[in-house]
């Protein structure tokens, strides 16, 4: 690996609604509902949220944290997006949609506060579509380096249920 994580954690995340967070402790959540134009990843300040194909349960993420950009490698990944994220703390709780934190996998440590790129992974998202699921079959990997504010990416977003939520939001916006 030619980037190898400076801060790497995975385990089970629980969801409910769709979503879990990553999340400054004293954010109170999202200003406005998440629209996950690019079908996976949305985010504002202090705030990255994950839309998930289960409605509710536990999906598997990685997290990694980089000082340099990742390679890309989307072989095994149904749909991968970029965005970008400022952060005014080094910490990041991680949440389901009623801003409940995780007891096994509660947080994540940066080395310093600033501007992030997060790029979101995700596998399984059609397997268990609007299903209760607590075997952690979904998959998610989350990689943040530092990096400058820069425009969405959408990298591959071959999961029909990304490809319709995307649908839904860009007709709504």
Known sequence: MANPPVVSSEGLVRVDHHVFYLLERDSGGMNSPASFLNGLVDSEEGIVAI??????????????VCNTEPALEPAGWEDIAEVSVSLDTDILFICDSSMIS?????FLEFEFSGEYRV????????????LVVHDGAERHLLQFWPSVSADTVEHKISSRYGATRRRLARERS
């Open 51 to 64: 839309n998930t194909g289960i409605h509710s349960g536990s999906v598997r993420l990685r997290v990694e």
């Open 102 to 106: 995780n007891p096994d996998f509660e």
């Open 119 to 130: 790029r979101a992974h995700a596998q399984e998202r059609d397997a268990a579509v609007d």
